[in-house]
């Protein structure tokens, strides 16, 4: 049973950073895709970024771009959201998704993520 453990949310002042963490277990071969996903109070869930572990390539909505950074560390499964940058309306729970979609689902933006984590939450206050 493939398991994702989350870590790093808190609270920040516009500006500030944080790093989000998601490490993976519980199956015979690691997942190919790994996504961070948010969700805000009264909000739909929205993928803010993803990696095809096996590639390297990386997909970001347009709102963090240039703000956000994903990578991975194989030896330890583990993929993390490195956050810069914060802005209020970053306010959100955020969730670890993985999955073995194809590449181009998965860096096509519109992966909706297969096993999730219990999420993580990230406060941003102005």
């Known amino acids: 049973q493939v398991q994702l453990m989350e870590s790093g949310g808190g609270s920040v002042q516009a500006g500030g950073s944080l790093r989000l963490s998601c490490a993976a277990s519980?199956?015979?071969?690691?997942?190919?895709?790994m996504a961070w996903f948010r969700q805000a109070p009264g909000k739909e869930r929205e993928g803010v970024a993803v990696?095809?572990?096996?590639?390297?390539?990386?997909y970001y909505i347009d709102s963090v771009k240039g703000r956000f950074t994903i990578s991975q560390d194989n030896a330890k499964d583990t993929v993390y959201l490195q956050m810069n940058s914060l802005k209020p309306e970053d306010t959100a729970m955020y969730y670890c998704a993985a999955g073995w979609p194809t590449r181009t689902l998965c860096t096509g933006g519109r992966w909706p993520g297969k096993y999730w984590g219990q999420g993580t939450q990230v406060t941003v206050s102005s």
């Open positions: 519980g199956y015979t071969y690691s997942p190919n895709c």
């Open positions: 990696i095809h572990t096996d590639s390297g390539n990386a």
